[in-house]
Structures are given as structure tokens and as C-alpha cells.
């Protein structure tokens, strides 16, 4: 059985390749942007359109629903009913894609009541739903930490 008469060398990081692929990435990000600037100062009339907002205020993305303390339903301060806020939010949710719910409701008020609104959401197709909370404060000022 053979002995070894030599140590071996220490293992050592090459950073070589590294600094290869570093370069070539500055030269890649270089060139782009000197085809960036050229398209830039091409002299070129570009078409106009009517505006198509002119007219209307631009689509929300996110609805409203508040909830007072008697339980009434308030849909971006109009009032509604469980039925009528399924219904505006099914229109809604077939003109505008992505669109979110946002729930607000009193603290004295019905759980159940918050409940058949998430309820109202799902069924008009809506996904994004989201409940707003506050963070409670400490007796001293300090926030709880609640997240």
C-alpha cells in the first residue's frame, strides 16, 4: 500500500469565471443602451388618439363595502342591500378585471353580517377581498406589536 510522501495543496476559490461573466454582463448592458439611445433620436410623428378617459373618471381597482353598527351596507358611500351589492359587484367584476374588495366594518357590529359580505364578494366572482383593521395602541402610547 502506497504512502503519501507530499501534502496536498490547499483548496483555493478561482474567481476567474466570475469576473468573465461580471465583464460581460457590463459590456451586454453597455451596448443595450447605446441601441436604446439610437431608437431614442429617430425623428418619428407618432400617431394621436382621442383621449379615451376624457369623460369618465378612471375605473377603481378597489371597491369599498362599510358596515355600520346597526349592520347597513354602504358600497362606496351608496347605500345598498346584501342583493343589490352582489349584483353591482358582479357588473363590476365582469368590466373590471382584478378588481378588489375592501371591507369595513364597525367593531360593535354583527360578525355574521361581515361574514354574508365576504359571502357576496365570492359569489360576484371577486378574489381579492381584505378587512380593515387598525393597529390597537397601548395604554402608554406604544403600539402592541399585532401585525
Known amino acids: ?43 418619428v410623428h407618432v ?7 376624457a369623460g369618465s373618471p378612471p375605473a377603481p381597482t378597489r371597491r369599498t363595502v362599510t358596515i355600520d353598527r346597526a349592520g347597513a351596507l354602504v358600497l362606496d358611500r351608496e347605500p345598498v342591500t346584501l ?11 365582469g368590466t373590471r378585471r382584478g378588481l378588489g374588495v375592501l371591507v369595513r366594518g364597525d367593531a360593535d357590529s354583527s360578525l355574521q353580517q361581515v361574514a354574508s359580505v365576504l359571502h357576496a364578494c365570492r359569489q360576484a366572482g371577486i378574489s381579492e ?9 397601548a395604554p402608554n402610547g406604544a403600539s402592541t406589536g399585532v401585525r
Open 83 to 93: 342583493d343589490e351589492l352582489e349584483r353591482k359587484l358582479k357588473a363590476a367584476a
Open 1 to 43: 500500500m502506497p504512502l503519501k510522501t507530499h501534502r496536498d495543496e490547499a483548496p483555493s476559490l478561482n474567481l476567474t469565471p466570475m469576473i468573465d461573466v461580471v465583464f460581460l454582463l457590463i459590456i451586454f448592458f453597455m451596448v443595450g443602451t447605446t441601441f436604446t439611445d439610437a431608437e431614442r433620436n429617430l425623428a
Open 47 to 53: 400617431p394621436e388618439v382621442a383621449n379615451p378617459n
Open 129 to 137: 377581498m381584505g378587512i380593515s383593521v387598525r393597529l390597537a395602541r
